[in-house]
């Protein structure tokens, strides 16, 4: 079945915003989305690398989706291939993917500064979310590289009780209320928080990129460089590789031909850490 491509208003706005939301979406798939999210956690004990989410910091496990190949199948879904191919190309790479039970807030923050090669995330929230209760807050525009101010934003955003006097939940922004069933993405330069959230908000993220020329190919291996810190080897499992038809294929070949540094930075990690990271 063909993507599902975004019409050209929906493609100026988020040109324009950084950002999109798309209630309902997936309302047809989330019940099963939300039991292979439990089914997860379910495998690794009931928490990030067994250990139990305490409600007390977010917990993570990377990769996600590619752990049960029905959420593999998330990327082949028409209406999730339209939204990539709208914005990043038909060639667009698979970048990865989390899962999450949040705690608390969130501060304002950037998934990276991609001042050449866009990044998206898409995200699944699992509960109902208000502006109040955790729901994503994004700043319109933030993710504009080079423009003035999106680049203050940039560097002054951490520090807004002492520059401009507001707690970060004061901070002007869209709200994303959500349902299950909704989607949400954002360009990963976008400014996103999340405030008076619950201990166990359920989340998880497909990330993707434009596929990267052949001179910038460092600039991709640098960026996988992150997947060592959660301890694995491969961006993918073997359960993302192995029910993959040709079209998710030709989204995953990049990576895979640029990840076989990540397995030494992996166990380095693995020997001077007591636990993964949960930044």
């Known amino acids: 079945m063909s993507p599902v491509l975004l019409t050209a208003q929906q493609l100026d706005f988020f040109r324009t915003f950084g950002y999109l939301g798309f209630p309902g979406l997936l309302a047809d798939r989330v019940g099963q989305i939300t039991e292979e999210f439990e089914a997860v956690w379910a495998s690794r004990g009931g928490g990030h690398y067994g250990k139990p989410h305490d409600g007390k910091a977010r917990s993570c496990i990377v990769p996600f989706i590619d752990q049960r190949e029905y959420l593999c199948s998330l990327l082949d879904d028409p209406r999730i291939l339209g939204i990539a191919t709208s914005l990043l190309g038909e060639d667009f790479n698979y970048m990865g993917s989390d899962g999450n039970y949040y705690a608390g807030d969130t501060h304002w923050h950037s998934d990276g500064w991609h001042r050449e090669i866009s990044h998206l995330k898409i995200a699944l929230y699992l509960d109902p979310l208000t502006r109040e209760s955790g729901a994503l807050r994004v700043i319109p525009g933030s993710h504009q590289t080079g423009d003035h101010y999106a680049e203050r934003l940039q ?26 069933g909704d989607v949400v993405c ?11 959230g619950s ?3 359920r989340m998880f993220t497909i990330n993707l990129a434009q596929r990267y020329p052949e001179e910038r190919l460092q600039d991709l291996r640098d960026y996988l ?50 636990e993964p990271s949960r930044g």
């Open 155 to 180: 560097q002054e955003i951490r520090k807004s009780e002492e520059l401009w006097g507001l707690h970060g939940r004061d901070l002007p922004a869209v709200a994303l209320e959500t349902r299950p």
């Open 225 to 274: 460089k992150g997947f060592a810190r959660f301890w694995v080897d491969r961006p993918y499992s073997e359960v993302m590789i192995g029910s993959a038809g040709p079209e998710r294929q030709r989204h995953l070949e990049q990576v895979m031909a640029n990840d076989g540094h990540i397995a030494e930075l992996s166990r380095q990690a693995r020997q001077t850490m007591s």
């Open 186 to 196: 954002f360009n990963h330069n976008t400014k996103h928080a999340a405030f008076g």
């Open 199 to 201: 201990a166990r908000r």
